[in-house]
Every structure is written in structure tokens, then in C-alpha cells.
């Protein structure tokens, strides 16, 4: 049986196009160093992506919209136990519509890529 939270499907829809899009990829993308991790701040409930401290991208529908949002930084620009990100991250967040699951994964991919 698995559980929701409705204030993450959003979340959660994002993440497994993004795993697809990794399991679709030639070489991978060093899947050893690519820790799943939660991510919560306020009404804001999602996922962080931590990439061997290189990278973190975390990733929710938005606190006051339907909107995806999505904030990248280093490692030590999020709060350690929730993944809140620092000012400067959350001043450079993206955001996607509600229905742009699918650019959002990829967006967030081409970050994983880089």
C-alpha cells in the first residue's frame, strides 16, 4: 500500500519522470552518488535530489499556487534536516504551470546532466 499526501503529488509526479529520464539515459548519471531526499518547508511538501554534495535540487508544488517549484544550489544552501534553501536559492527558484510535469522533469534533468 503506498501513501500520499495530497500536497505532493505534484512532487511526486515530477520525480518519476525524472527517474525515467535517468533510466533512459546511455550511461547513466552516476546513480551511486544520487540521494532521494524530503523536502519540506511550510505547505511546501516535495522531494531534494542531493547529488554527491556537488548539487541539490529540491522540488514541490508551490506554497501559494498550483505552480511547480523548483530551487538549485549547493548542498550547504539547504537546511540540513528539511531542505529549506537559503534566500539566495529560494530568491532563484523556477517555476513551471501545474501541467508542465513533463518540463519540469526535464528541466530539473538537464541540471542532473550538467
Known sequence: MKLY???DVAARKVLNEV???IKKTKHGIGED???IEVYENGREHGFAIDLCDELKIAFAEHRSSDDIVVYTGS???FE???NIPSEEVFDSR???AYNEI?????WIFSKIRD
Open 5 to 7: 499526501n495530497r500536497n
Open 19 to 21: 527517474k525515467r529520464l
Open 33 to 35: 552518488c544520487a540521494f
Open 75 to 77: 548542498r550547504y544552501d
Open 80 to 82: 540540513r534536516n528539511t
Open 94 to 96: 523556477k517555476h513551471f
Open 102 to 106: 513533463d518540463k519540469a522533469a526535464r
